[in-house]
């Protein structure tokens, strides 16, 4: 089946303890990316990546780190989190990078709580 | 201002009624999504567009890029409906591959 997980769905940590929300797809998608949703604020782009070894920021990057070694995984890193950094998070990845975005597939999301 | 405005923010209706809800946006695009977030919290992409009209059962989506406006129809509505339809747009020039996401619009179907 066609999907995108992510690991753990929910967690609740304390201040300044690193953490890394995993992200995986087995679709064979080039571009992949990272949301954090916030009520009032809706949806917003954490972090994307175009292919292997090529991520960019999105709109809300600040305390937040990401990898793309592999075509099929992009972690998530907080190496230092805090609590504003409480929020629903989405991966996402879609087949053809470049403006015009194929169909996005979205994670069931991970639940982070920060305490 | 947001780049992205959706309308209503909220919607009630009656099972069977045709909804609309539109998305109006600031900035130059190369194409616009719109997805369905369930009440569990899971997102589903429903459409791509970057012109004209696609429909898929009783969904349908238009855009006009003139006029940088998009609506979403849902025909002979039902409460399975129920979901938050939100609109994201892919910008060009500064907003290269980013995505830029509309507030939501939160819509209800009464049995």
């Known amino acids: 089946e066609a999907q995108v997980t992510q690991n753990p769905r929910y967690l609740i940590t304390v201040t300044g303890k690193k953490l890394t929300v995993t992200c995986s797809q087995n679709?064979?998608?080039?571009?992949m990316s990272w949301y954090r949703q916030d009520p009032g604020l809706g949806l917003r782009q954490i972090y994307y990546s175009m292919n292997v070894e090529v991520t960019d920021k999105g709109d809300v990057p600040e305390g937040y780190k990401v990898s793309r070694k592999e075509k099929r995984n992009f972690p998530l890193i907080l190496e230092s989190p805090s609590p504003n950094q409480t929020s629903l998070y989405f991966c996402?990845?879609?087949?053809?990078?470049?403006?015009?975005?194929?169909?996005?597939?979205f994670g069931p999301g991970t639940r982070l709580t920060v305490l | 201002k947001n780049e992205v405005e959706q309308s209503p923010q909220n919607l009630t209706a009656q099972e069977g009624e045709f909804i609309t809800i539109n998305c109006s946006y600031s900035v130059g695009i190369s194409a616009l999504h719109w997805l369905q977030q369930h009440p569990g919290g899971g997102i589903v992409s429903l459409f791509m567009?970057?012109?004209g009209k696609k429909k898929h059962g009783r969904l349908i989506a238009t855009i006009n890029i003139q006029e940088k406006h998009s609506s979403l129809h849902i025909t002979a509505s039902h409460p399975r409906d129920s979901a938050v339809y939100i609109c994201?747009?892919?910008?060009?020039?500064?907003?290269?591959?980013?995505?830029?996401f509309g507030a939501g619009t939160i819509l209800r179907v009464k049995s």
């Open positions: 994201a747009v892919i910008g060009v020039e500064e907003y290269g591959n980013k995505l830029v």
């Open positions: 567009l970057s012109s």
């Open positions: 679709m064979n998608h080039e571009y």
């Open positions: 996402a990845s879609s087949k053809i990078p470049g403006p015009t975005h194929d169909t996005q597939y």
